[in-house]
Nanobody, 116 residues
Framework: QVQLVESGGGLVQPGGSLRLSCAAS????????LGWFRQAPGKEREIVSC????????YYSDSVKGRFTISRDNAKKTVYLQMNSLVPDDTAVYYC?????????WGQGTQVTVSS
């Protein structure tokens, strides 16, 4: 059974930083894509960033490019999202996601609140 366990959310002031982690388990495929999505109140879920397990290729949405950095530890099947220069618009529930071939699995989400 595929499981994704997120951690690292919380309350931070504008301009601050947070690091999210997501540990995946329950699968043996060597190739997969790990990603972060977020959903703010009243808005649709949107992609933030993703990374390939094979070559480490990354994608960032325009809204976080230059501020967020995604990385992975293949041995631990763990993905990280370093979030710097946070702004109130980054406030959302952040969800970890793994794509295995044509199947997608989601974590339970972790709240990130940026407020003074």
């Amino acid at each position: 059974q595929v499981q994704l366990v997120e951690s690292g959310g919380g309350l931070v002031q504008p301009g601050g930083s947070l690091r999210l982690s997501c540990a995946a388990s329950g699968f043996t495929l060597d190739y997969y894509v790990l990603g972060w999505f977020r959903q703010a109140p009243g808005k649709e879920r949107e992609i933030v960033s993703c990374i390939s397990s094979s070559d480490g290729r990354t994608y960032y949405s325009d809204s976080v490019k230059g501020r967020f950095t995604i990385s992975r530890d293949n041995a631990k099947k763990t993905v990280y999202l370093q979030m710097n220069s946070l702004v109130p618009d980054d406030t959302a529930v952040y969800y970890c996601n793994v794509r295995l071939l044509n199947l997608v699995y989601w974590g339970q989400g972790t709240q990130v609140t940026v407020s003074s």
